[in-house]
């Protein structure tokens, strides 16, 4: 396989860092970030399930036990929620649901897809709260948007 091809390959195991698959009897390791332009569901990536796998790098010699690492994400490229990285400027306004909470602040998944961060916000808010949210700033080069909190919603789930 070369640099930029795009195979078929099966989950052989999940791992905290990343993603191990198999194809013809060789491994493609993916790390974490490379395995969806959103979050992980780890219901999908079970034994056996297959993806169409990008090839980012092939190793001459099998380095712990890897012969080439790949991009599930790259093989999707419909999924990218930067696609068109010109709807992130600064003062857009987008619909998100709260995914995480983290002790820098609100993590947001807008609209499109895209993840966000509202720093240091003095809200509690819990997961799965409707916001609106503006963009105070975006790196479109890291894929980073800080926003601003403007409203919420608090959306109560079955467990609570």
């Not at 491994?27 to 993806?51: A, G, L, M, P, S």
């Not at 003062?91 to 998100?96: D, E, I, N, Q, V």
């Not at 947001?108 to 105070?136: F, N, W």
């Given at each position: 396989?070369?640099?930029?091809?795009?195979?078929?390959?099966?989950?052989?195991?999940?791992?905290?860092?990343?993603?191990?698959?198999?194809?013809?009897?060789?491994?493609?390791?993916?790390?974490?970030?490379?395995?969806?332009?959103?979050?992980?569901?780890?219901?999908?990536?079970?034994?056996?399930?297959?993806?169409?796998?990008?090839?980012?790098?092939?190793?001459?010699?099998?380095?712990?036990?890897?012969?080439y690492?790949?991009?599930?994400?790259d093989?999707?490229?419909?999924?990218?929620?930067?696609?068109?990285?010109?709807?992130?400027?600064?003062?857009?306004?987008?619909?998100?649901?709260?995914?995480?909470?983290?002790?820098?602040?609100?993590?947001?998944?807008?609209?499109?897809?895209?993840?966000?961060?509202?720093?240091?916000?003095?809200?509690?808010?819990?997961?799965?709260?409707?916001?609106?949210?503006?963009?105070?700033?975006?790196?479109?080069?890291?894929?980073?948007?800080?926003?601003k909190?403007?409203?919420?919603?608090?959306?109560?789930?079955?467990?609570?």
């Amino acid at each position: 396989m070369q640099r930029g091809e795009i195979v078929l390959a099966k989950v052989k195991s999940l791992e905290e860092y990343g993603l191990y698959l198999e194809y013809k009897e060789k491994v493609i390791f993916v790390t974490i970030v490379n395995i969806t332009w959103t979050e992980i569901d780890r219901e999908k990536c079970q034994h056996n399930t297959e993806y169409k796998v990008k090839i980012i790098k092939s190793f001459k010699e099998a380095y712990r036990g890897v012969d080439y690492l790949g991009s599930i994400k790259d093989a999707y490229p419909e999924g990218n929620p930067w696609k068109d990285e010109s709807i992130y400027h600064v003062g857009a306004k987008f619909s998100g649901t709260v995914v995480r909470i983290a002790e820098y602040g609100i993590i947001v998944r807008l609209s499109t897809d895209a993840i966000g961060l509202v720093k240091y916000s003095q809200e509690k808010l819990p997961i799965h709260s409707h916001v609106m949210v503006e963009v105070v700033d975006a790196d479109i080069d890291k894929k980073r948007i800080l926003l601003k909190l403007l409203s919420c919603e608090i959306r109560m789930t079955n467990n609570g």
